[in-house]
């Protein structure tokens, strides 16, 4: 009996009228755990009760509480009839098992009822006392913490990543039960729901197990999927990394400056002595490491090359052993071999050596090789035993094995950025698997808490107190760079496999940064862009989007004629991705993730990605359109009428992007534009065969042009949808990552929303490239409505921008993202960059000075490089500029809690704003608006702001505090669509309401933020002709704590105080 | 191929101030499309309309919480900045005078809501926006009309709405309780803001609210006992050696002030008759809804067929009420003061030269 929860039910407000005859409500609420119910009094004729209930306490395991929400029903007393529910709330306790997260659940929250939506809230407390349980066979997992976020979580560092961890729950789906033909579309809902609580909640608390097995106190990048089987049942899976972490003192002092900046003096930095008490500060294994690390480095980037993935054909190639040090080539090559056999060692321990992080500590990430990906189609069967769900293990196992293999093949002996997915049609299911092949350090992997663990899990902590001090924090890629003074920036692009013995067509160069190791044309990855990278100009979004028709079918037929699909499917998206790439001038994308989606008469896939230029690859070829009949003079006119216009595209996103490389003066002054004669027909990405790379090192950079053939519609096709996608308005950017690569001062403005877009294919006869043209055109539209939504953010960009589409029934396509917008100031950008260059050069000199000055070199270097300085001390030169031509600057709603506080920002900013039409147009004017509403208060307001991004962090603020991870699905119903403003209304009152309840359960754990929150399923379902809708939607993220840097700075002064700030901190 | 399903939903509620008032105006959604292509916002035809839909979706959904302003502070569903609250309040109260002006002292009753659609074609107001203005005067009547205390105050705290914003909805709200007539062809020169003043003046002066604010009643009925003391002032006009030498006070102090002090001196016996007889009659709540028409007839209307100034008013008022208080006779002072202060406000608030 390990655990005592207490619940109490303080109050309820705007509960909805439940007896016409008074137009009130006689409420009362039920207390649910587990098997134990308690109830209120009732309170009689009032919307607003005032129960002051006792404590409620249950005595429970803690398994029980790891695996069940609080369950709290209210009602409508009646004397004659059944008690009417009003609404129902789950609370996830979990976060108050855990000492360092929540201690109280106290606020607000929405209750909900599946049929009629949020309904009123109530006010209630809950605590958990937690006894000690010592017992080495316990069933629970207490205390281990879970993060969404898929980096080490900012207040945090990592002593040890012990590797992946995953696990998975069947049961049947209630909705599919013999009993739902008679129970109420309530009662079927509520089942659904509730236990689908109690099904990640045993998934949670499985998993931790395993981490507490492995040594491990924490999840990573915890990713957990429902696959909804119908018939067959309903699945609960889980992947995440797990870590020992461990939390940094709130002191953002400590950090300082990252000690090996300077490669030369390496190790043992006695400033940290105080810090970390007890570590034996040798200098051991890491030398090799480090040597190696830096060694190489020069002060544009470097790159690397991306495989191909999706191969099955990879997996014919399972060379072991390849790993190991081929390229290392020359001096290093002894250290890297060590190194690796390290690190392979402690990773060949594991089952499967695979991440679920997308960015790592630095250091961590030694080189990639590629996308790995692995799918699989399987018929769906009824789960018999949901106690044994080996089936379904079996499926994972296999395509992870399969992963696996890819990756040898790859040279490598780690996947990094690693995820999974499903997508059903039917009793059809794709298993998809990818993640990104690299070599790590061992640095965080050995056991034993080397001191190497130790000085290199500061460094996290540096970066995140660092960059985030710089406000966007994020920025950070480049001005951490700066920082660090020795960017690495190409090593991990260098390849990791054998240059004789590539395991796909690819053209290899020297390094461009270091000229020292090989690197690939491309590189294709799906983690985030590495901090310390070195690009040049910006990234943005790249999206391949492809349709095709298949013949409707039925079980295996069906799942063969998938399967046959699958691997044209992928190669063409990956040709689309290859030269929309190229298109931009780029030569690397992150953040790649391809989903194939399966209907009854089509397969979707749509891969998104964010594309770089990144210093350290070649320069890109262009594309070379060649026709294929050259005797019609008009058609040779066609062709090259289409040439110009992709040498102008290319030439024109090169300005936009601000991507000018540093001219490789030496090499190559060959005619920048392809000669024909490589007009090898390439429609692949890699393509220049192998042999040609040993030929000329000197040569590589420019010469190869990727050709694209016209002999058939699809050629045209491919080219037409090269053009046709609407490039980006001006101001604004997008990325699919963390962070947009070259973008660093991010405001405090920022926008998280949700679209959802249903498309309707009435036209049955389509033909696939119709289809393309519809799903593409369905895309482009999508990211239009967003442009101009968000227009008031401007100059801004659009971050984490990752589509989700799904074919919910025959001829519709769904599209949903979650993505968040953040303004930055574009001034500042280029000033950023300038300094940039004094700065690098100067700190240098400063650096040792600035590691013990702490405080005070922070506070400086904070000034000089950071935004955020620049802005509160208000001098700087963004307030004149006229450059600035955004409409409606002023109208940017989302910044408003800074007006608020930082008059001093609202002031610089007015200043700035120039009236957009809009403005113009508006009857009221501004002038006055805002007169009068100084006269208001509105202190009275109780509801406080939560904020919500799908990425980890918030610009201009610290996260001081994870209060656990949030995880809640809904199931919304009507029968009355109509009523409720058709399929749109029903969804935007629906999705409004998750948001919500989000807020208010964030609010309630005393946080002020989610960060790195998704939506994770989002299932729709409709019956218009019985004015029915079914909506399921499920989404997750980190209930943080953040803190304003300003306030940050003003707490470091007084330590003590910051806590209780920060509490209360947005509370208005 | 048609978008079954198209919604945008922000953490932060995305509201587009140009497209709020489209709504708020009636516009359907096409219209708001055409209109907001013709204003340049974008081309795209199909990126606005989604946009608009999104943003009317938003805006209904919010209404039932712009019907209890306070409610939009603490509902949970929409995450709203305070300054954006207050935007969307204030625009949702405000109204076009040119329809107040139609339904001012009109009972705020089923029957004139179904009068609407006149009112729309003769204002050009659209009907939608007519019928919400209405319901929103009918709404803060019915709130105000059982609350105690001063009634601007009442509503600037139950609407939230900015102080003059608050006085107009007093003043629709003190018009509509107490039926003055507004409708007559001679005060049809009158604007709205003429009335809401002359309104505030009554509030302010002869509402039991305004001698003692602690009083259980409330600032929308006059101060029956106030009323009642008027007859009292009858004397200034029944007796006749009063009249004269409240006559020849006023000229007196008039002399060489003005250039119409013949005509003033013509006419102070008919002029003092008017303004006392209405005083004296204000006791029967039907000769308190012709307040209005009785100074224009009385008093407005002779004053400007003589060609008087606002200036000409002004000093003849003053001294008019400034005389009374000299004759021996005369001992009702504080009545006199009280009722003339908002008799002369009003009316030069009423006099358009």
């Known amino acids: 009996m390990p655990g005592k929860l207490k619940a109490k039910i303080v109050a309820g407000r705007h509960l909805p009228v439940m007896d016409r005859a008074s137009d009130l409500t006689d409420a009362f609420v039920e207390v649910k755990f587990g098997n134990v119910t308690f109830k209120t009094d009732v309170y009689p004729k009032s919307l607003n009760p005032q129960w002051n209930s006792e404590w409620f306490k249950f005595e429970v395991d803690d398994e029980d509480l790891q695996d069940e929400p609080l369950q709290i029903t209210v009602l409508d007393h009646d004397t004659y009839s059944a008690n009417d529910a009003i609404g129902k709330v789950y609370i996830d306790i979990d976060p108050l098992l855990c000492s360092e997260a929540a201690t109280v659940i106290s606020g607000w929250l929405p209750i909900y009822d599946t049929i009629h939506g949020i309904r009123g809230e109530i006010n209630v407390l809950v605590k958990v006392d937690l006894f000690n349980d010592l017992n080495r066979f316990r069933q629970s997992s207490c205390g281990v913490k879970f993060f969404c976020t898929t980096s080490i979580p900012r207040c945090y560092r990592a002593v040890m990543i012990h590797g992946f961890v995953e696990e998975l729950v069947v049961n049947e789906d209630p909705e599919y039960q013999w009993i739902d033909r008679i129970r109420t579309p309530r009662a079927s809902n509520e089942a659904r729901q509730r236990l689908i609580f109690l099904m990640s909640g045993e998934l949670q608390r499985k998993i931790g197990l395993k981490v507490l097995e492995m040594g491990g106190n924490a999840v990573v990048g915890y990713l957990q999927c429902f696959d909804l089987e119908g018939e067959s049942g309903l699945v609960v899976r889980a992947i995440g990394t797990a870590c020992t972490l461990e939390k940094i003192s709130t002191l953002p002092a400590t950090a300082t400056l990252p000690s090996n900046s300077s490669p030369s003096k390496d190790i043992k930095e006695p400033v940290f002595g105080e810090e970390g008490p007890g570590v034996p500060l040798s200098s051991g294994p890491p030398t090799p490491l480090r040597a190696q690390t830096f060694s190489s480095f020069s002060p544009s980037k470097s790159y690397s090359r991306q495989s191909s993935s999706s191969d099955t054909e990879l997996s014919l190639t399972p060379k072991t052993g390849m790993g190991s040090g081929g390229s290392a080539g020359k001096e290093a090559g002894p250290l890297k071999a060590l190194l690796r056999q390290q690190t392979q060692s402690a990773l060949e321990q594991r089952e499967y050596p695979f991440f679920t992080l997308t960015s790592f500590p630095p250091g961590f990430l030694l080189h990639l090789g590629g996308v790995v990906s692995a799918r699989s189609v399987k018929l769906l069967d009824r789960i018999h035993n949901p106690d044994e769900p080996e089936t379904r293990d079996a499926w994972w196992e296999e395509i992870r094995q399969e992963i696996k293999s890819h990756t040898k093949a790859l040279g490598c002996h780690a996947v990094v950025g690693y995820s999974e997915s499903t997508s059903i049609c039917e009793e059809v299911c794709i298993l998809s698997a990818s993640g990104t092949a690299a070599i790590l350090s061992s640095r965080f992997m050995q056991d034993g808490p080397l001191e190497t663990d130790h000085r290199l899990s500061r460094q996290p902590l540096v970066f995140s107190t660092g960059s985030e001090r710089v406000d966007g924090d994020m920025g950070s890629t480049a001005s951490l760079g700066f920082e660090e003074m020795v960017p690495p920036g190409c090593e991990f692009c260098h390849i990791p496999y054998d240059e004789l013995n590539i395991p796909f067509p690819a053209q290899l160069t020297y390094c461009c940064c270091c000229r020292r190791y090989k690197v690939p044309d491309v590189l294709f990855t799906t983690i985030d862009l590495p901090t310390e990278a070195n690009i040049t100009g910006k990234g943005c979004l790249i999206q391949a989007r492809l349709c095709r028709t298949k013949k409707k079918a039925q079980g295996e037929g069906n799942a063969m004629a998938i399967s046959n699909l699958l691997p044209f499917l992928e190669y063409e998206l990956h040709t689309q991705l290859m030269n929309k790439l190229k298109l931009r001038g780029m030569n690397a994308l992150f953040g790649l993730r391809i989903q194939i989606s399966v209907g009854e008469t089509m397969l979707l896939g749509l891969a998104s990605a964010t594309g770089v230029y990144l210093t350290a690859l070649p320069s890109p070829g262009g594309i070379q359109v060649s026709g294929k009949t050259p005797s019609d003079i008009t058609y040779e006119q066609h062709i090259s009428n289409m040439q110009k216009k992709i040498n102008d595209t290319i030439a024109k996103n090169k300005e936009v992007y601000e991507i000018n490389p540093p001219e490789v003066v030496e090499e190559i002054i060959g005619s920048p534009i392809p000669e024909p004669r490589q007009r090898s027909r390439l429609f692949r990405s890699h393509s220049e065969s192998s042999d040609e790379v040993s030929e000329i090192d000197l040569s590589h950079g420019k010469k190869d042009a990727f050709v694209l053939e016209i002999d058939d519609t699809d050629a045209v096709e491919d080219i037409h949808a090269l053009l046709t996608d609407s490039p980006t308005p001006a101001g604004f950017y997008s990325c699919n990552t963390e962070i947009m690569p070259g973008i660093q001062n991010w405001t405090s403005a920022i926008q998280m929303f949700t679209s959802v877009r249903v498309f309707r294919l009435n036209n049955v006869n389509l033909t696939n490239q119709g289809l393309n043209k519809v799903f593409s055109d369905l895309c482009e539209n999508l990211l239009k409505s967003l442009y101009f939504k968000l227009r008031s953010l401007v100059p801004c960009c659009l971050c984490h921008l990752n589509f989700t589409v799904a074919i919910p029934e025959d001829e519709l396509i769904q599209v949903a993202v979650t993505a968040v917008a953040m303004s930055f100031d574009k001034e500042l950008t280029l000033e950023n960059g300038k300094q940039s260059g004094d700065k690098s050069l100067k700190k240098e000199n400063d650096e040792q000075l600035q590691f013990n000055l702490e405080l005070n070199a922070e506070m400086s270097s904070s000034n000089l490089s950071s935004p955020k300085g620049l802005t509160e001390v208000g001098s700087h030169p963004s307030a004149k500029a006229p450059s600035v031509d955004y409409s409606s600057f002023a109208d940017r709603c989302s910044s408003w809690i800074e007006q608020l506080r930082l008059k001093a920002h609202t002031i610089r900013r007015g200043s700035v704003k120039t009236t957009s039409s809009l403005e113009k147009a508006s009857p009221l004017p501004e002038g006055r608006s805002r007169s009068l509403r100084s006269n208001r208060s509105y202190s009275g307001s109780s509801v406080a702001v939560v904020r919500m991004t799908p990425l980890s962090f918030i610009p201009g603020a610290k996260i001081i505090k994870y209060l656990g991870i949030i995880n809640m699905f809904f199931i919304r119903e009507t029968t009355s669509l109509k009523e409720e403003g058709g399929v749109s209304g029903f969804l935007h009152t629906f999705i409004a309401e998750v948001f919500a309840m989000v807020r208010a359960h964030v609010a309630a754990l005393g946080g002020n933020a989610v960060v790195s929150y998704s939506m994770k399923e989002c299932v729709f379902m409709e019956n218009p002709n019985k004015n029915q809708a079914q909506c399921l939607i499920n989404v997750s993220g980190d209930a943080v704590i953040f803190v304003r840097e300003s306030e940050v700075e003003a707490a470091s002064v007084h330590p003590q105080s910051a806590a209780t700030q920060t509490s209360n901190g947005e509370g208005t | ?353």
């Open chain 2, 1 to 353: 191929m048609s978008v079954e399903l198209d919604v945008f939903v922000g953490n932060t509620t995305i509201m587009d101030k140009e497209v709020y008032q489209l709504w708020l105006n009636g516009y359907t959604v096409n219209d708001a499309v055409t209109l907001r292509i013709e204003g340049g916002v974008m081309e795209e035809c199909e990126v606005l309309l989604s946009d608009t839909m999104d943003q009317y979706r938003t805006f209904q959904m919010c209404e039932r919480l712009l019907h209890h302003p306070a409610k939009l502070a603490n509902q949970l569903l929409f995450q709203i900045p305070p300054d954006r609250q207050a935007m969307l309040i204030e625009r949702y109260y405000a109204f076009d005078d040119l329809f107040v002006r139609e339904v001012l002292g009109k009972k705020l009753s089923k029957g004139t809501k179904k009068d609407l659609d006149d009112v729309s074609s003769k204002t050009g107001v659209m009907l939608k926006s007519c019928r919400r203005q209405f319901d929103n005067f009918k709404r803060v009547f019915k709130v105000v009309e059982e609350l105690k205390g001063p009634l601007v105050e009442n509503i600037r705290q139950h609407f939230l709405l900015p102080d003059q914003l608050a006085r107009d909805y007093a003043a629709i709200v003190f018009f509509a309780n107490n039926r003055f007539e507004t409708g007559k062809k001679k005060l049809l020169y009158l604007t709205f803001q003429d009335f809401a003043f002359c309104a505030g003046q009554l509030i302010n002066n002869w509402t039991l609210g305004a001698v003692d604010n602690m009083m259980e009643d409330m600032d929308v009925d006059l101060d029956k006992e106030f009323l009642q003391d008027l007859k009292d002032l009858k004397i200034l006009i029944t007796d006749k050696d009063l009249l004269d030498q409240h006559k020849s006070l006023v000229c007196t102090a008039l002399r060489g002030k003005t250039n119409v002090l013949n005509e003033m001196e013509a006419n102070f016996k008919n002029l003092s008759r008017g303004l006392v007889n209405i005083a004296a009659k204000l006791i029967n709540a039907k000769d308190v809804r012709d307040f209005f028409i009785d100074l224009v007839e009385k008093f407005i209307e002779p004053c400007r067929s003589d060609k008087w100034t606002s200036v000409d008013v002004n000093l003849y008022l003053t001294h008019y009420t400034n005389s009374a208080h000299i004759l021996d006779t005369f001992k009702h002072h504080s009545v006199w003061t009280r009722y003339m202060g908002v008799i002369k406000s009003c009316i030069l608030k009423m006099y358009h030269e």
